[in-house]
């Protein structure tokens, strides 16, 4: 799972350089489906606060801690109920 995160959020990073893009994207990617407005900025909100962390206590570079980040929240999309479980 961690490996195909990394992936995604490779991909997500180099292809979009608008958070909204890039959540929207990831989100059709594992759901086939774009995120909704509150799923859209709880997303954000949990990248933002990941990616200060990372900086703050890891002392990542800011391009460091923006990847990291973007896997952990592509890391969440693909554990979810939502990814695993096919309606």
Known sequence: VMDCADS???RVCS???QAAERIDWAYQ???GRT???HER?????FIEA???RLVDEQSLDA???ELQAWSLFCQSLLIC???MVIE
Do not use: G, K, T
């Open 50 to 52: 990941i990616q200060a």
């Open 8 to 10: 995604l959020a490779q």
């Open 35 to 37: 995120a909704d407005p």
């Open 63 to 65: 391009p460091q801690a």
């Open 41 to 45: 900025q709880r997303a954000l909100a």
């Open 29 to 31: 990617s594992a759901f």
């Open 81 to 83: 109920n939502e990814f």
């Open 15 to 17: 292809d979009y350089s």
